[in-house]
């Protein structure tokens, strides 16, 4: 099935703008992944300090690569995003039930904002989704 949806030729400085703002989030997210299965103190740590045991860290580290895989293949790139901005929520929400107000919006809200401005840049039809107007 083919879509009928119109798309637009996209340049390619925005096309390159597009990857280097998603490649931000994407390493971020494959950091905290690794740093999920390597277990060191601070991140053990961190777990037990926002009421998460140490036995979650793998679970949570293969649905954050998983998530991001998805995110970084073009034909399921929405889905990815979609997936990101739930678990990047579950993240603030955490952040927030601790008091932790300044982390919460500068950590996962900021990495989810990427995830999604990497994607507007990149994928024209995104673009039709979410159309920015100029005159109101």
């Given at each position: 099935?083919?879509?009928t949806a119109p798309t637009t030729p996209i340049s390619k400085p925005m096309l390159w703008t597009g990857y280097v703002i998603s490649a931000l989030p994407v390493l971020m997210l494959l950091a905290s992944a690794v740093m999920k299965f390597a277990r060191p103190g601070f991140v053990v740590e961190g777990m037990e300090k926002h009421g998460y045991p140490e036995t979650m860290?793998?679970?949570?580290?293969?649905?954050?690569?998983?998530?991001?895989?998805?995110?970084?293949?073009?034909?399921?790139?929405v889905l990815g995003a979609i997936l990101l901005t739930g678990y990047l929520g579950?993240?603030?929400a955490?952040?927030?039930?601790?008091?932790?107000?300044s982390q919460a919006f500068s950590g996962p809200i900021l990495v989810g904002v990427l995830v999604w401005l990497g994607l507007f840049f990149r994928d024209p039809r995104d673009r039709t989704l979410i159309p920015l107007r100029r005159n109101l």
């Open positions: 099935m083919q879509s860290l793998v679970g949570l580290g293969i649905v954050e690569l998983a998530c991001t895989v998805i995110y970084l293949i073009p034909q399921t790139s579950g993240a603030t955490t952040h927030v039930r601790v008091g932790e107000l």
